[in-house]
Nanobody
Framework: QVQLVESGGGSVQSGGSLRLSCAAS????????MAWFRQAPGKDREGVAA???????NYADSVKGRFAVSQDNTKNMLYLQMNSLKPEDTAMYYC???????????????????WGQGTQVTVSS
């Protein structure tokens, strides 16, 4: 059973930074697609960033130039570095996996079949 556990959320002021981590377990190979999503109160869940391949990431327009995804396959970890945070970035952030991968790099939640419990990010102005 694939399990995803996020950490690293918190409260920061506008312009600040946070680094989210996602620990993945339950599978023994790399046939997975990984992504970050977020959901703000009263809004639909939206894709933030999805891994295409090593070094290639599909970012939502709203976070391009501010967020960066990295991964450490040796540790089964996925990271989301968030810089220049804005109040509109406030949301619950989720790590997601599609295993085995069917649509690498997609920002549509319909492709992802495993989800973490989420970590809250709050940005104050």
């Amino acid at each position: 059973q694939v399990q995803l556990v996020e950490s690293g959320g918190g409260s920061v002021q506008s312009g600040g930074s946070l680094r989210l981590s996602c620990a993945a377990s339950g599978y023994s190979d790399n046939r997975r697609c990984m992504a970050w999503f977020r959901q703000a109160p009263g809004k639909d869940r939206e894709g933030v960033a999805a891994m295409l391949s090593i070094g290639w990431v599909n970012y939502a327009d709203s976070v391009k130039g501010r967020f960066a995804v990295s991964q450490d396959n040796t540790k089964n970890m996925l990271y989301l570095q968030m810089n220049s945070l804005k109040p509109e970035d406030t949301a619950m952030y989720y790590c997601a996996a599609d295993f085995p991968c069917r649509n690498r790099g997609s920002l549509s939640e319909t492709w992802y079949n495993y989800w973490g419990q989420g970590t809250q990010v709050t940005v104050s102005s």
